[in-house]
């Protein structure tokens, strides 16, 4: 399919650690990007590839990939992370690219 | 720092016409894939087009096959997206986005919002 699947919201207490997860054919294919949204910004890229973490992303924030879901995970979560969270990926096709539907991450 | 500053939103009538432009800057424009993303009101991100960087290729969600037109121009550092027979689904915010590479979007400009009403 041509789908990406993630839980609409997650909760976490802060200091915990949280998985998102997002799950898709396509993702036996390609590694997903992991993107932050807060409200009223655009997203920012968190994650990406296999092991990939832009400059200026916090390390407590790391992804994985088994089979056809990929996961984001956070360590410690943290105030600043509460947001909505969104991963894509090229399609199974390869032609276009897909976004999950969002997991809104509150931290408690 | 990488700019990508969008601009042409604004309110048309549904089945109208509308041209987004992005400029960047601060980065080598023309080895870069470019896209548009959407995102309707307290909705999702959606991804619209991409564009090679040469220009030569390019490719769309299939809801907007056929009215939208993703263009570029390396020697203006500057992206379009020519949108027509727009619906009030096409309501959203569309950002011009960077692809670092495959399909990893970088840098995202702070949004356009085009808003399809009569």
């Known amino acids: 399919s041509s789908e990406l699947t993630q839980d609409p919201a997650v909760s976490v207490a802060l200091g915990q650690t949280v998985r998102i997860t997002c799950q898709g054919d396509?993702?036996?294919?390609?590694?997903p990007g992991w993107y932050q949204q807060k409200p009223g910004q655009a997203p920012v890229l968190v994650f990406y590839?296999?092991?990939n973490r832009p400059s200026g992303i916090p390390d407590r924030i790391s992804g994985s990939r088994s089979g056809d879901t990929a996961s984001l995970t956070i360590t410690g979560a943290q105030a600043e992370d509460e947001a909505d969270y969104y991963c894509?990926?090229?399609?199974?096709?390869?032609?276009?690219?897909?976004f999950g539907g969002g997991t809104r991450l509150t931290v408690l | 720092e990488v700019q990508l500053v969008e601009s042409g939103g604004g309110l048309v009538q549904p089945g109208g016409s509308l041209t987004l432009s992005c400029a960047a800057s601060?980065?080598?424009?023309?080895?870069?894939?470019m896209n548009w993303v959407r995102q309707a009101p307290g909705k999702g991100l959606e991804w619209v087009a991409s564009?090679?960087?040469?220009?030569?290729?390019?490719s769309y969600v299939d809801s907007v096959k056929g009215r939208f037109t993703i263009s570029r121009d390396n020697s203006k550092n500057s992206l379009f997206l020519q949108m027509g027979s727009l619906r009030a689904e096409d309501t959203a915010v569309y950002y011009c986005?960077?692809?670092?590479?495959?399909?990893?979007?970088?840098?995202w400009g702070q949004g356009a919002l085009v808003t399809v009403h009569s």
């Open positions: 986005v960077r692809d670092r590479s495959s399909s990893w979007f970088d840098y």
């Open positions: 601060e980065f080598t424009f023309s080895v870069f894939w």
């Open positions: 564009i090679r960087p040469d220009g030569s290729e390019t």
């Open positions: 396509s993702l036996r294919s390609y590694y």
């Open positions: 590839g296999k092991k």
């Open positions: 894509n990926s090229r399609d199974s096709s390869g032609n276009a690219v897909i």
